[in-house]
């Protein structure tokens, strides 16, 4: 091995006594600072942490409001398959905020945390000034809006959560809660910002108003000064292949109880932006114009928002399985998002989208829990990583195949039917877990981690 390159820890040795990492840690642990949980630093690091995951995500819950706009240009010009093409752009934007959750979490450890967000916050700006030239470009904003303001935001999404434990720790669970409910301020917030922006002044200038907003999430990134060491990655006398080798860790896969969890999640999230991209669409053909064509949607983040916070604080609670809890989540949402068309009645639509949003919060609360449930805290980054990245695909297509089916049936009864059943299908995959026999624990993994063969 050449000098400089340390191997990495494996599910092995972890737990050794007589491993050189673990006796490193030791010897270095009294020179780290602890997390202050407070002051004033920290939390302006909360408030911009805040700002990075309510904007960022307050965007793209936002794209139906985009949408609605792409699509009929796109109708009215005769482009065939508008609804998909259209969805497609948004879809593009979730998928890669997720699929590039992976290389977000390498970067943070060659370049640290703060270069990272200060450059997925310039990636974003660029992408929507980009967009604001080709605004009915459908090719060009699929590169420019999909792909680099998706991939922008997930290089600053990363650095904003995991900036805050070098600045919390007795309270990092409360602060945790109050920074993704970011999101969802944001996606009640501006819906009716960019709708009154698009009636008044075009969407060409929608997204000039969007890059000002996104050039706060850069300035929080310098904002991001850790207080721990990083883990940083050195590339001194390194090849490429053996940063990448030591970046990349893949051992929680050989824990069954991980793969049983992360496998099933890309038939869960297959239809989970659905309702995001094309509920506008779907209440302005369904429903009255005299209707407020946003509360829903604006509801389903409200309701998130308290999700978060709830059942956050819930999974803290020995007494209740987490996995369980996220199981039921995906149930009531599929169930839900299955009910959804055949409403006639826009107060029960509206009672039905703070269901969805109440455990979508509970989904989205509990990833973080579950993972070092599962995997131990030391591969709880990665493991999220992976397992959104395998889903990020589904996730874009989804709303895209949604779009083309409701082109050629002229109704979203079937879209909205198979984005409920999937979620449903997943969650039932997800007992085998359960059934695992009871495990053969390794040093210092949770008492899920199964020994591999």
Not at 90 to 115: A, H, Q, Y
Not at 142 to 164: E, H, N, Q
Not at 184 to 198: A, G
Request: hydrophobic residues 50%; charged residues 10%.
């Amino acid at each position: 091995m050449p000098k400089g390159i340390h191997p990495k820890p494996s599910l092995k040795n972890v737990g050794s006594k007589s491993s050189g990492i673990i006796k490193k840690h030791k010897h270095h642990k009294h020179h780290e600072p602890k997390p202050p949980d407070g002051g004033l630093m920290a939390w302006m690091i909360v408030l911009a942490s805040f700002l990075v995951n309510g904007i960022l995500f307050g965007v793209i819950n936002s794209y139906s409001i985009i949408y609605t706009v792409f699509e009929k240009h796109l109708r009215d010009t005769g482009v065939a398959n508008s609804e998909s093409k259209a969805a497609l752009v948004g879809s593009l934007s979730m998928g890669f905020t997720f699929f590039m959750s992976i290389v977000s979490g390498m970067l943070t450890r060659l370049l640290g945390l703060r270069k990272t967000a200060v450059l997925g916050g310039a990636i974003a700006c660029l992408g929507l000034v980009i967009s604001s030239f080709n605004e009915y470009n459908h090719v060009v904003l699929c590169f420019s809006y999909g792909f680099m303001y998706g991939s922008g935001s997930s290089l600053a999404y990363t650095p904003s959560l995991a900036i805050l434990g070098h600045y919390f720790k007795k309270h990092l669970g409360m602060v945790n809660g109050i920074v993704t409910v970011g999101s969802s301020v944001f996606t009640v917030i501006l819906p009716p910002l960019m709708d009154y922006i698009i009636t008044n002044h075009g969407l060409a200038w929608l997204f000039r108003v969007l890059v000002l907003l996104n050039i706060v999430t850069l300035f929080c990134g310098f904002l991001f000064k850790p207080l721990m060491p990083e883990g940083k990655i050195s590339k001194k006398n390194h090849t490429c292949c053996e940063v990448i080798f030591d970046l990349v860790n893949v051992d929680m896969w050989r824990i069954k109880r991980y793969r049983y969890w992360a496998l099933p999640m890309p038939v869960c999230l297959f239809g989970y932006f659905v309702s995001f991209v094309h509920i506008k669409r779907f209440i302005e053909i369904n429903f009255d114009k005299d209707v407020s064509k946003n509360l829903p949607l604006q509801c389903i983040a409200f309701m998130s928002g308290v999700g978060r916070l709830l059942f956050g604080a819930l999974s803290d609670s020995p007494r209740l399985n987490k996995i369980y809890l996220q199981q039921i989540s995906f149930y009531v949402i599929g169930s839900s998002t299955i009910f959804m068309p055949f409403i006639k009645l826009f107060w029960l639509l509206v009672v039905t989208a703070l269901v969805i949003g109440l455990f979508d919060g509970c989904f989205i609360s509990l990833m973080g829990p579950i993972a070092i449930q599962l995997v131990g805290a030391q591969y709880a980054a990665q493991a999220i990583g992976f397992m959104l990245g395998l889903a990020a695909p589904f996730l874009s297509v989804g709303p895209t195949l949604a779009g083309y089916v409701f082109h050629i049936t002229k109704s979203y009864t079937i879209p909205f039917i198979v984005a409920g059943i999937c979620p449903i299908v997943g969650a039932s995959l997800m007992f085998c877990i359960h059934k695992q026999p009871p495990a053969v624990i390794l040093p210092n993994l949770p008492p899920d981690a199964v020994k591999p063969k």
